[in-house]
């Protein structure tokens, strides 16, 4: 499966920006698909994920309440919803689908990732 995702640039901080990522080669709809991101010097941090019903999610602390996550599996697309966005949240977000059926926060559980879409938060 190729994942190309997209949305990613610059906002001050407190904005709105919404990152798509478009499966294909095959469907994903039976798999989580989670999001992570890097910021510069940094370790790839997971960031939300969510199951392949779409009705159960995970987020990690920092953007529960803000970001959310959703899936539109008539596109074969996962979006990722971000709002009161910070400059701690500046880094290159990917999207991964995941290898088992549960949700995990490990990258490791992740098969198949995307190129990354730069977010940069503006003070």
């Known amino acids: 499966v190729q994942l190309q995702a997209s949305g990613g640039g610059l906002v001050q901080a407190g904005g709105s920006l919404r990152l798509a990522c478009a499966a294909s080669g095959r469907t994903v709809s039976n798999n989580p698909m989670g999001w992570f991101r890097q910021a510069p010097g940094k370790e790839r941090e997971f960031v939300a994920v969510i199951n392949w019903r779409g009705d159960s999610t995970d987020y990690k602390e920092s953007a529960e309440g803000r970001f959310t996550i959703s899936r539109v599996y008539a596109k074969n697309t996962v979006y990722l919803q971000m709002n009161s966005l910070e400059p701690e949240d500046t880094a290159v977000y990917y999207c991964?689908?995941?290898?088992?059926?549960?949700?995990?926060?490990?990258?490791?559980?992740?098969?198949?990732w995307g190129q990354g879409t730069q977010v940069t938060v503006s003070s």
């Open positions: 991964a689908v995941a290898r088992g059926g549960w949700l995990s926060r490990s990258a490791s559980s992740y098969t198949s």
